[in-house]
């Protein structure tokens, strides 16, 4: 039987125990609530007498039915709809038996959803509420639940308690985190199977004073844990710990420095070591990692010049080939605000890059990129050392190359099949027969597509230009409709970096796809993105070779939408009005780019390595734990560009290819890591050094 099977066969014993106390009957009751809730009410107060009616029932058997997989997601249906009374209702049912409703699988999910749910009813008028002075309020129902955590806070962070914490602390803080911090991945991912889009999130408001107080309790109680240096790398303690974080950091009072000092103390992050190449324990373990970069993402800018100083100065090398402690590096890169701080960084980190590239730690050369870009520096050196790695560099004539070797993320050699164990002779002449074939990129790598994107925005991106410009027609469509691919022609129409003359050869080196391009699902997405920012020559170009294929265009699913936005319709009935509208629209953009730029549209940046500094999307979205753990408690958007610890997921994106481990240097320092899949990483990469 498959560990799968196993693991829905206990889920089914567990349904069946919980299932032995329930009559059949009250289980078919919920289930026909279930399909009342499909259907659409009448009117508001039909909806009211049945809410009314199923709460009035779940007073009886509300605490047995939520330990059930399928009553409890209709429960927490039901609270979606619920209204103060009701939350109090069911707050005072839960309050019985406080924990089993935090330790419980399927009961912790209903007791979560509610505790959402009270930030709004605080906020009801008083008179809306429907409280009676013999009931308890919701305030105190809630204080209820978090004097028993504070009382009881060993027991309650384990697997599901975690997640009930961490929506207490924010709900004292009067704050919100993102979803992602709240629910596990396998839960959101469930919620989104069963198209639930109840929000689980609640908007900011002005705590009482009481919640300060307990806030202030709750917390102090878990940072005077008697393990805490190891709870900070549990998958249960530690997101509880960034929540503690990131709810001060809000607030923005001066408890969340605080509470910064506290945990790189107890954490010993700033513990100098003899030896300069062991890392903090902290920072190589694949759940206390994603504190540091909390740390580093919330810290003031002394602090962040501080951590730099202590922990990262002079061993960026060591957290760049670490197979977890690169992600760290990438937090700190992604968050350098000193254009020398960086230079410095830049400098210590030029040299690995062919290493990274053969580690498959790509995210650190990208992040390089970024903040080449962000910062206006080391752009120019940046994209000599990428050539470096490509082995493009010299003779000039390789340098055009680095476009489809970046977009496949092969070297030279192994793009044009080039046997590297050759005497140089040999290789010579294998090489100038290899070029007369020139190979066809057929396919792009996920990693390629963004670094070249970011090499796109530089300041003086001449060599990534002439590369696309140097491709085919065929590989051009290629690089359109590939799903990587078609953003690096977004960003080669939109960057202000680029001239208008190299937007004019593209549109022309184009001509003949055009119509391929527009019936692909990722192609016709590409050509309306350069349809926006394409001169009414362009556009009379393209919709010249639509217009030649007009009845295909418009039966085609994905054609049909290019055929009505590029007006093909009118460019061959009514040509002179087509041009007047179109250069009208070319017009509006151009004026709405000077207000937004605050000077003339597209206005090239000049002066050596001076690179645009301009408001961009930053690919990295999100600030929060991801945990590859099934149904434990994760937060999640911290790693950028879908890019994942778990390395399968790296090789699913596709690994670099041909590249070595230069330095011998390197090489004694990654046989001695701990981690063993990094030692099989290097392995594979690892070949002989040439001879210079």
């Given at each position: 039987m498959s560990k799968f099977k196993r693991k829905k066969g206990r889920e089914n014993e567990h349904d069946g125990k919980k299932a032995d106390r329930i009559p059949d009957e009250v289980i078919n009751y919920y289930k026909r609530v279930s399909e009342t809730l499909d259907e659409e009410f009448y009117s508001s107060e039909d909806k009211d007498i049945f809410l009314n009616n199923v709460f009035g029932q779940l007073k009886e058997d509300g605490l047995k039915v939520c330990h059930l997989a399928s009553t409890s997601r209709i429960f927490e249906r039901l609270i979606g709809l619920s209204e103060a009374s009701h939350i109090r209702t069911l707050l005072q049912i839960f309050k019985e038996n406080w924990s089993d409703m935090l330790t419980d699988r399927f009961a912790s999910h209903v007791l979560q959803n509610t505790l959402t749910q009270v930030p709004r009813c605080l906020q009801t008028k008083p008179e809306d509420r429907e409280d009676t002075e013999e009931d308890p309020s919701i305030e105190d129902l809630f204080l209820d639940l978090c004097c028993y955590i504070k009382d009881n806070l060993t027991n309650c962070v384990d697997v599901y308690s975690s997640h009930i914490v961490r929506v207490i602390l924010q709900i004292l803080a009067g704050v919100t985190v993102d979803e992602q911090v709240i629910r596990s991945r396998l839960s959101r991912n469930q919620r989104k199977d069963n198209q639930q889009n109840m929000s689980t999130n609640f908007e900011k408001f002005d705590p009482p004073e009481?919640?300060?107080?307990?806030?202030?309790?709750?917390?102090?109680?878990?940072?005077?844990?008697?393990?805490?240096?190891?709870?900070?790398?549990?998958?249960?303690?530690?997101?509880?710990?960034?929540?503690?974080?990131?709810?001060?950091?809000?607030?923005?009072?001066?408890?969340?420095?605080?509470?910064?000092?506290?945990?790189?103390?107890?954490?010993?992050?700033?513990?100098?070591?003899?030896?300069?190449?062991?890392?903090?324990?902290?920072?190589?373990?694949?759940?206390?990692?994603?504190?540091?970069?909390?740390?580093?993402?919330?810290?003031?800018?002394?602090?962040?010049?501080?951590?730099?100083?202590?922990?990262?100065?002079?061993?960026?090398?060591?957290?760049?080939?670490?197979?977890?402690?690169?992600?760290?590096?990438?937090?700190?890169l992604s968050n350098v605000k000193e254009k020398e701080l960086f230079e410095e960084m830049f400098e210590e980190l030029s040299i690995l890059i062919e290493d990274l590239l053969a580690l498959n730690h790509l995210g650190v050369v990208t992040r390089m990129a970024e903040t080449c870009l962000r910062l206006g520096c080391r752009q120019e050196k940046l994209v000599r050392c990428i050539m470096g790695a490509f082995h493009c560099v010299d003779p000039v004539e390789?340098?055009?190359?680095?476009?489809?070797?970046?977009?496949?993320?092969?070297?030279?050699?192994?793009?044009?099949?080039?046997?590297?164990?050759?005497?140089?002779?040999?290789?010579?002449?294998?090489?100038?027969?290899?070029?007369?074939?020139?190979?066809?990129?057929?396919?792009?790598?996920?990693?390629?597509?963004?670094?070249?994107?970011?090499?796109?925005?530089?300041?003086?991106?001449?060599?990534?230009?002439?590369?696309?410009?140097?491709?085919?027609?065929?590989?051009?469509?290629?690089?359109?409709?590939?799903?990587?691919?078609?953003?690096?022609?977004?960003?080669?129409?939109?960057?202000?970096?680029?001239?208008?003359?190299?937007?004019?050869?593209?549109?022309?080196?184009?001509?003949?796809?055009?119509?391929?391009?527009?019936?692909?699902?990722?192609?016709?997405?590409?050509?309306?993105?350069?349809?926006?920012?394409?001169?009414?020559?362009?556009?009379?170009?393209?919709?010249?070779?639509?217009?030649?294929?007009?009845?295909?265009?418009?039966?085609?699913?994905?054609?049909?939408?290019?055929?009505?936005?590029?007006?093909?319709?009118?460019?061959?009935?009514?040509?002179?009005?087509?041009?007047?509208?179109?250069?009208?629209?070319?017009?509006?953009?151009?004026?709405?780019?000077?207000?937004?730029?605050?000077?003339?549209?597209?206005?090239?940046?000049?002066?050596?390595?001076?690179?645009?500094?301009?408001?961009?999307?930053?690919?990295?979205?999100?600030?929060?734990?991801?945990?590859?753990?099934?149904?434990?408690?994760?937060?999640?958007?911290?790693?950028?560009?879908?890019?994942?610890?778990?390395?399968e997921m790296h090789k699913s994106k596709g690994s670099g290819k041909g590249y070595q481990i230069k330095d011998e240097g390197m090489q004694n320092l990654l046989s001695k890591m701990s981690d063993t899949s990094g030692e099989k990483t290097f392995t594979k990469y690892k070949k002989k050094k040439k001879l210079k």
């Open positions: 009481l919640f300060q107080k307990m806030l202030k309790k709750i917390t102090k109680g878990i940072f005077q844990m008697d393990d805490l240096q190891d709870c900070l790398c549990s998958p249960t303690i530690s997101p509880v710990v960034q929540t503690i974080l990131l709810v001060h950091h809000q607030k923005s009072d001066d408890k969340g420095e605080k509470y910064l000092y506290k945990v790189m103390k107890t954490s010993g992050l700033c513990l100098q070591t003899e030896d300069d190449s062991s890392l903090p324990q902290i920072a190589t373990n694949e759940i206390g990692s994603f504190l540091v970069e909390q740390i580093l993402n919330l810290g003031s800018e002394e602090i962040y010049r501080d951590i730099y100083k202590t922990v990262f100065k002079g061993k960026l090398i060591h957290y760049a080939l670490h197979p977890v402690g690169n992600f760290i590096l990438q937090k700190l390789r340098q055009t190359k680095l476009s489809p070797l970046l977009l496949s993320l092969s070297t030279y050699e192994v793009y044009f099949n080039i046997d590297e164990d050759a005497d140089d002779t040999e290789k010579a002449v294998k090489t100038e027969e290899k070029e007369k074939i020139v190979p066809v990129l057929k396919k792009i790598n996920y990693h390629g597509s963004v670094l070249m994107q970011n090499l796109l925005r530089f300041g003086n991106p001449k060599v990534v230009v002439s590369g696309i410009l140097d491709l085919t027609p065929a590989e051009l469509r290629t690089l359109a409709c590939d799903p990587c691919g078609s953003h690096v022609i977004d960003v080669f129409c939109q960057s202000p970096s680029m001239g208008e003359k190299s937007r004019e050869l593209l549109f022309k080196r184009m001509k003949g796809i055009y119509m391929d391009v527009a019936c692909d699902k990722n192609g016709s997405r590409t050509l309306d993105n350069m349809w926006k920012c394409a001169t009414l020559s362009q556009k009379l170009l393209v919709a010249e070779e639509l217009g030649r294929n007009e009845a295909k265009l418009q039966g085609d699913r994905f054609g049909f939408y290019v055929h009505k936005n590029c007006g093909i319709f009118h460019y061959k009935h009514r040509l002179q009005e087509w041009k007047e509208v179109q250069g009208q629209s070319q017009k509006k953009r151009k004026l709405f780019s000077e207000i937004i730029n605050d000077g003339p549209a597209g206005k090239k940046t000049k002066g050596k390595d001076k690179g645009w500094k301009g408001t961009q999307d930053s690919p990295t979205e999100g600030n929060y734990l991801q945990l590859d753990m099934g149904d434990e408690p994760s937060f999640s958007g911290g790693i950028p560009h879908g890019q994942s610890r778990s390395k």
